[in-house]
């Protein structure tokens, strides 16, 4: 009862701040009366619906419950925290994050199995869908000029997601591959179907997505020779093995939880750089490999410096430490 109360209050009061806002005027979110109202309305009087004198109150309805019901009670306090944004701006960022991970489509997969997997397993599917939409809100926040328009962001974002999908086969590291097939195989194992199974279990790999379509639209270069590099820059400094081992560091406060969010956040940012600086020279591992000679000891010293912290028992303090040193190649 006590966490229906806060459900509760926290989409009337989510719902109140986007009526305020302009969010409910961007044309992209009209959909959300379609998904109002009964299918056969929504076929047979599409105009009728977009022009309901209700619009704004039903879209800012939709997105609040949408919102809350994916990321809990605290999803507008946590982020407007860690990043200082309004809740307009985390609630249009929410909207580009389910859409271009077509996420409203894989929660309504998951829907259908139940009956026919255990509880606990159907819970963790909608965790991993929550995990990657917490992530990526707080990247697009950060990097995406989200009052452009919607329409445009949705589409180029998820013509991106698809793209690096497309574009794994051949580029991901070994370890990654294994991880992501022995997480396909366990849910199969309970029950999950395949296709579920493989969407879930590649979860955590198209997360990087959005930071290799950020590298690709400003150098001018393929997504496919993009994800090549960033997952041979991956590789290449066991940046997979920490971020892994940071997800598991337990948070005691505010501050652990900041400073944890940061040190992650400076991580994307270097590799992303390193990236950039790589595949203007050349794509894949060899074109890494061809960098860390030409800048030679430095690159050699960090990289068996981030391998050991990769190594070890991985505290805020060592996340911090690899993020500086990420960040000092970056800039070199």
């Given amino acids: ?30 959909r959300e009366i379609g998904r109002y109202f009964p299918a056969q309305l929504a076929e047979k009087f599409p105009d009728t619906l977009t022009q309901h004198r209700l619009r704004r109150d039903i879209i800012a309805t939709q997105l609040a419950n ?115 097939d022995a997480t396909c195989s366990a849910l199969q194992q309970n029950g999950v179907t395949h296709d579920i199974a493989w969407r879930i279990a ?34 290449f400094f066991q940046v997979a093995a920490i971020i892994q081992a940071a997800r598991d560091i337990p948070v005691s406060d505010y501050f652990d939880r900041l400073a944890l969010d940061r040190a992650l956040d400076s991580i994307s940012d270097a590799e992303r750089q390193i990236t950039a600086s790589i595949i203007a020279q050349g794509t894949g591992a060899a074109a890494v490999e061809a960098w860390a000679r030409q800048h030679g000891g430095q690159v050699d010293r960090i990289r068996t410096a981030i391998h050991e912290i990769a190594g070890t028992g991985l505290t805020i303090s060592k996340l911090s430490v690899a993020a500086s040193l990420l960040g000092d190649l970056a800039r070199v």
């Fill in 66 to 180: 949408s919102i809350i019901n994916r990321g809990g009670p605290s999803l507008i306090v946590r982020l407007a925290d860690q990043t200082g944004a309004t809740a307009a701006t985390i609630a249009s960022a929410f909207a580009a994050v389910r859409d271009s991970y077509s996420m409203t489509a894989m929660n309504t997969d998951i829907d259908m199995l139940d009956g026919k997997i255990s509880g606990a397993v159907q819970l963790s599917l909608y965790r991993a869908v929550q995990d990657l939409l917490l992530d990526r809100l707080v990247w697009f926040i950060r990097h995406v000029e989200l009052g452009t328009g919607l329409a445009s962001i949705v589409a180029h974002y998820c013509d991106g997601v698809a793209a690096v999908d497309a574009a794994l086969t051949d580029v991901l590291p070994h370890d990654i591959v294994q991880s992501r």
């Fill in 1 to 30: 009862p006590e966490l229906a109360v806060l459900l509760a209050y926290a989409k009337l009061t989510l719902y109140a701040d986007l009526l305020e806002s302009q969010v409910p005027d961007d044309p992209y979110l009209a």
């Fill in 202 to 235: 590649n979860l955590p790999i198209l997360s990087s997505a959005p930071d290799i379509v950020l590298v690709a639209d400003r150098a001018g270069k393929s997504i496919a020779d993009v994800t090549a590099t960033y997952f041979a820059v991956h590789a």
